[in-house]
């Protein structure tokens, strides 16, 4: 594989390995979540905890960085997750701050979760257009511990809320409207405040935080399902590979994408586990795709599978994609507009659902372009099984996975 002066990928493996090993790049949502609690535990102890096998990802390098940073503005690039997270913890511990990042994150609405921390009693201003980044953080003083904030928008807002609730006066009641989208995010959020001592109650739709101590305690970070979601993507493809081995994975998992293990069954991939990590393995059958797959709470994983069902004939809906059009770049026009480049002309039904038709496949018309989009630009690669692509913009995958194009070298000579 080689990487042009232009930027572009060029990827063909027409003959491949029939077993390959991965090693899987740590969770960026157990890292991120794990560094602000640390930051939090330090903030009412002085001390730090024990965390181990934290991501390399820029997510998470960004997340560490600012956390450190005594500078005024915190500039979080296009890292979704740090500009929410960060938003509340300098919130909660009465650090001034300005939080910026792209002119797309400028674009991603962050009113749901400033409202909140209002609530709550903390000082923000908007400092361009209202709702949206870059916010001054000017302070906090308590005020009330209730607050109430729609559950189908972003889990982040949520965990972002539960992280710092031990650190309010009278912790928090935190109530969900609506549909609660994105569940396992939270309910991993819930676990990894257990895990460091914090107690919680959810009744209903209301999460209680009381306030306390986090407590010291060890923990490694997981192997990411995400990145994972891409292997089965190879594994489905490709015609001359049976198996492949990704460590570090876990089969009681806090990740929610390990839903892509039941996903991947209809389309003839069988995982089990070893003593380190996931074993996937091909079941040569024919079994009809699902003409439904929800990805309420692993909206994440909606990228690989549009390209996986386009690949494997179509005829398949996607649904639960609500949270898609405010990500790095509006994944379901993304997906509308590359799917097209290779013959598959899939319609979006509103904001919620694409419905994905059954269409031969074909070699690429242009360059898949990736939006600066990491999931783009890793959901299109194992296309190149098929035939020859190239992936625009190849560097954004440092966002979530550095060494995806090392590893995808493992499926043979890449061109």
């Known amino acids: 594989m080689k990487t042009t002066e232009t930027t572009i990928q060029s990827l063909f493996f ?9 090693h899987l790049p740590s969770s960026k949502s157990e890292s991120n979540r794990a560094l602000l609690i640390d930051a939090l535990y330090a903030h009412q102890t002085g001390k730090h905890l024990a965390l181990d096998n934290i991501s390399t990802a820029r997510d998470t390098v960004t997340m560490q960085r600012l956390l450190a940073s005594k500078d005024l503005e ?12 960060l938003t509340a913890y300098c919130a909660v511990t009465n650090r001034v701050a300005v939080l910026t990042g792209t002119e797309r994150m400028c674009e991603r609405p962050i009113s749901l979760l400033v409202d909140a921390l209002r609530t709550l009693g903390a000082d923000i201003a908007y400092l361009q257009a209202d709702g949206f980044p870059p916010i ?27 992280m710092i609730a031990p650190l309010l006066p009278n912790g928090i009641a935190l109530t969900l409207t609506g549909t609660v989208q994105s569940l396992p995010y939270i309910q991993m ?69 390990n839903a892509i293990i039941k996903i991947m069954e209809n389309f003839g991939i069988h995982t089990h586990f070893d003593s380190k990590g996931a074993v996937l393995t091909k079941k040569h059958t024919n079994n009809a795709l699902p003409t439904v797959i929800d990805f309420t709470h692993c909206p994440d994983l909606a990228q690989t599978l549009a390209v996986v069902v386009a690949a494997k004939g179509g005829g398949v809906r996607l649904e639960g994609l609500q949270s898609l059009r405010i990500k790095e770049t509006d994944r379901i026009a993304a997906l509308q507009n590359e799917l097209a480049k290779v ?44 035939f020859p692509i190239q992936i625009e913009e190849p560097e954004v995958v440092v966002k979530s996975y550095p060494h995806f194009w090392e590893d995808l070298g493992l499926l043979g000579v890449g061109k």
């Open 14 to 22: 027409p003959k491949t390995p029939q077993h390959i090993t991965v």
């Open 74 to 85: 915190l500039n979080v690039i296009d890292a979704g997750t740090t500009m929410r997270f």
């Open 136 to 162: 001054h953080i000017k302070g906090f003083q308590a005020r009330q511990h209730a607050v109430t904030i729609r559950g189908d928008v972003s889990s982040q807002y949520i965990s972002a809320l539960l």
């Open 189 to 257: 959020t819930l676990n990894l405040l257990q895990h460091f001592g914090i107690q919680h109650t959810w009744q209903a739709q209301t999460i209680i935080v009381p306030s306390q101590t986090y407590q010291t305690a060890h923990y490694a970070v997981e192997s990411d399902w995400s990145g994972a979601s891409y292997w089965y993507s190879v594994l489905a493809l490709g015609k001359d590979l049976e198996t492949v081995h990704l460590f570090g994975l876990k089969e009681n998992s806090l990740q929610g994408d």
């Open 343 to 386: 013959g598959i002309h899939a319609t979006a039904e509103g904001d919620a659902a694409l419905w994905i038709p059954q269409q031969a496949i074909q070699p690429p018309t242009a360059p898949i372009h990736t939006y600066k989009d990491h999931r783009m630009a890793m959901a299109f690669a194992p296309l190149a099984l098929l």
